[in-house]
């Protein structure tokens, strides 16, 4: 901490004071010097010659020619050894180490180019590392039982007294703006307390914030100390990066900031919640006091456990917020969909729309009309916040606690209208949903007057604050904080209304269809009478025309005339079935060549003689062929069966193969048969009709060597 700067929280009304970024500026992570309760080598990472010294190397090491001397000759080959391995795998820790009648616990970490090694006093009467692992399991076990992120806060200030030893621990939360406030306290009871009083945030500068990231445990034994400098003096050109130093001397700004609490050793424990500085463990002493490593590795461990916890519990109460959200929105929505149009939906539900949010008011602003309900802004505010979240926040939601800092014009509905939260559910009526909460005066007590001015005057240097007296702040034009669940349920119920809304649209063109639909009942009604009124009469005409067709053959005794007619009523067969698969089919501009084709062949087997039945084989992709072009397929297929059935076998049964594939854009029908050979068709009627047939479908016919028979083979293009 660099001491107390006066950075207020923003807030409505409060100035920021141009000076109050110098203490973010102070290098904390290169101060070229350590505390003196230990003793730092830095030593080359190529060969492991020291280099640099700081603390009293020569007293507590013995070694008077140390600068310039191999790392193992100072603290031993092993531990050299170790110290390297440590650093690389970043554990730290390397053994320890005693010299001089002192015992030293040894770590080391790696600084660029160089291996810093620092011993430091090692308690001798160690705890043995069962009780400490039974010390943190009961602890770990109390925080595990809190109900509430308050009691396991609670739970924790007592539980790193315990382990540490200090006068008073201190479990401090940071909040907005980087500021932040204690929320749990345990002490010796001569000490005055803390308990919820808020620090501002250059208590604990940028720059310390992110070395507690990466430093868990800090630990000032003594307030007083001389820092000790690098010996001889760091002549790079930068200076050498100490942040990972537990030795590492501390801003004089902060120690001072210190002294003034009446401070003389300190402590302070990271709690860094999905990577993120949550809060810290401050432990104070009124004595100079150090932390050894073992207690400060429990430490580390103890509060990892606590990050687990508190994220385990603020987790838990926003999955129980989000249930008991997600239970209103629905009846709400319910609610809004039994009614028989959305607007009288909402005009009914207006009040349950404040509860949904336990806001203080609520309003609706849809297509020009404005419903009310609760302590809300007058009618034509509310329609000028409309008009501003249509300009400003068309597609996400808006949420604030401090409205009149957004909206100026906004200061005087302050008492009911401090916080609002609005979406837009459509940009085009327009449709807006807003809830309001009203202003709650707080009293907020800070740790000292925040507000004192700092403004530098020419050759004055930075102070920290000296007094931390309870100092009271009244905070006006604030709101009730929105929660994120909260938010997340205004953006379902936009998704909510606006499922409705298209819901609605689709019953009115539903509506509006279904008169249509009736208006043509009566049109549709008549045309299929019509239609099989049409189907009827087709069907008796071809029927009679085939009819008399075989009246007329069986009343000829010319075989060439009885062929001839034959051949006529097959071909009349052939359209007859088009036109009953065209009646029975729903859509009428297209039909599946495939089974068009499998039911023509069925006639033409009843034709030709049932003899025929196991003799034909198909094999047929589904393709669908518009009608009028499946009707002439159907038949040059027709014509091409009956030449397989006169010339290919002589009119007695044979094996004849019809397959139907698609090539791409292209259709192919082939007649195979293992008959005679060529037997392709003169000139006559037939051959004329079929040459006929297969320039309308704009298609080539061919015909190929079966070797037995022969291929008739109809390339035509599906589409034209």
Known sequence: MCGNLAVPRKRAGLSENPDLTACDREPIHVPGSIQPHGVMLVARRSDLVVVHGAGEIEGRLGESDWCGAALNSLIGGNLA???????EARSGYVGRLERCRELFDVSAHLSGAHLIVELEPANEANAPAAMILARLSAAAASFER???????????????????????????????????????????????????????GTDIPRQARALYVRNLVRVIPDVTYDPQPLRPAWAGP??????????????????????????????????????VLWGLVACHHRTPKGLAYDVRAACAALAGGLARQVRAKEEAALYRERIRLR????????????????????????????????????????AGEV???????????????????????????????????????????????????????????????????????????????PHKDLTLKPGESLSPRASFEAWGETVRGRARRWS???????????????????????LDLNKTLRDAVAAKDGLIEQKEFLLREVNHRVQNSLQLVSSFLGLQSRATENLEVQAQLHDA?????????????????????????ARYIEELTGELKNSIGEEWSDHIALDLAPVMLSTDRAVTVGLVLTELVINANKYAYGGRPGPICISLEAAGPTLRVVVADSGKGNHSPGKGFGTRMMTAMVGQLQGELTYIDNEPGLRAVLTFPANL
């Open 81 to 87: 050894g170790a110290a390297v391995v440590a650093a």
């Open 146 to 200: 809190a109900a509430t992120l308050e009691a396991l806060c609670q739970q924790a200030a007592r539980a790193f007294r315990d382990l540490t030893g200090f006068d008073r621990v201190m479990i401090y939360q940071f909040i907005e703006e980087s500021a932040g406030a204690v929320v749990a306290e345990d002490k010796v009871d001569e000490l005055p307390s803390f308990m919820r009083h808020h620090f501002p």
């Open 327 to 366: 239970s209103q929105e629905d009846r709400f929505i319910d609610d809004l969909a039994g009614g028989p149009t959305l607007d009288q939906g909402l005009a009914t539900n207006i009040d349950e729309l404040a509860r949904v949010l336990r806001s203080d008011g609520a309003a609706s602003v849809r």
């Open 569 to 593: 009523q097959q071909r009349l067969n052939a359209v007859a079935l088009v036109h009953r698969r065209l009646y029975r089919s729903d859509q009428i501009e297209i039909v599946d060549l």
């Open 371 to 449: 419903l009310m309900s609760g302590a809300t802004p007058g009618e034509m505010a509310v329609r000028r916040l409309a008009d501003w979240m249509l300009a400003h926040h068309p597609h996400e939601p808006f949420a604030t606690d401090a409205l009149a800092t957004t909206i100026g014009w906004m200061a005087d509905f302050r008492e009911i209208a401090s916080g609002l939260l609005a979406v837009v559910v459509s940009a085009d009526e327009p449709f807006v949903l807003m809830w309001f909460r009203a202003e709650q005066v707080q009293v907020i007590e800070w740790a000292g007057n």
């Open 238 to 275: 930068e200076p050498l990066d100490m942040s990972d130093a537990v030795l590492r001397s501390v801003s004089p700004i902060h120690m001072q900031y210190m002294r003034n609490m009446g401070v003389a050793a300190s402590a302070s424990v990271s709690i860094v919640k999905d990577g």
């Open 484 to 506: 994120l669940p909260e938010i997340e349920a205004a953006s379902r119920l936009r998704q909510g209304l606006t499922e409705l809304r298209h819901r609605q649209q689709l």
